[in-house]
């Protein structure tokens, strides 16, 4: 059973900076892809960020130019640079590990709160 450990978030002003971490029980190179998805109250959730096992990145464009996703293959961690952040980043953010299209497993979350 693959388990997902996310870590890192907290309250941050606007404007400030977060890192989060996903720790994964296995190897990253058993999954095609990782992702961070991210639960607003109210909202539906939705993709932040996903690089493959390939290196190959992928951007909500709210978060282009703010956000960067990378993996440390060597730690099985995934991590989520966010810079610049906004009240309506404020959610609760997922990481995500997909071995196929329909076969994913998810982290519990982690609260970012964006408020001054």
């Known amino acids: 059973q693959v388990q997902l450990v996310e870590s890192g978030g907290g309250l941050v002003q606007p404007g400030g900076s977060l890192k989060l971490s996903c720790a994964a029980s296995?190897?990253?190179?058993?999954?095609?892809?990782m992702g961070w998805y991210r639960q607003a109250p109210g909202k539906q959730r939705e993709l932040v960020a996903t690089?493959?096992?390939?290196?190959?990145?992928n951007y909500a464009n709210s978060v282009k130019g703010r956000f960067t996703i990378s993996r440390d293959n060597a730690k099985n961690t995934v991590y989520l640079q966010m810079y610049s952040l906004k009240p309506e980043d404020t959610a609760v953010y997922y990481c995500?590990?997909?071995?196929?299209?329909?076969?994913?497993?998810w982290g519990k979350g982690t609260l970012v709160t964006v408020s001054s």
């Open positions: 995500n590990a997909r071995i196929s299209v329909g076969w994913d497993y």
């Open positions: 296995g190897s990253l190179f058993s999954f095609n892809a």
């Open positions: 690089i493959t096992s390939g290196g190959m990145t």
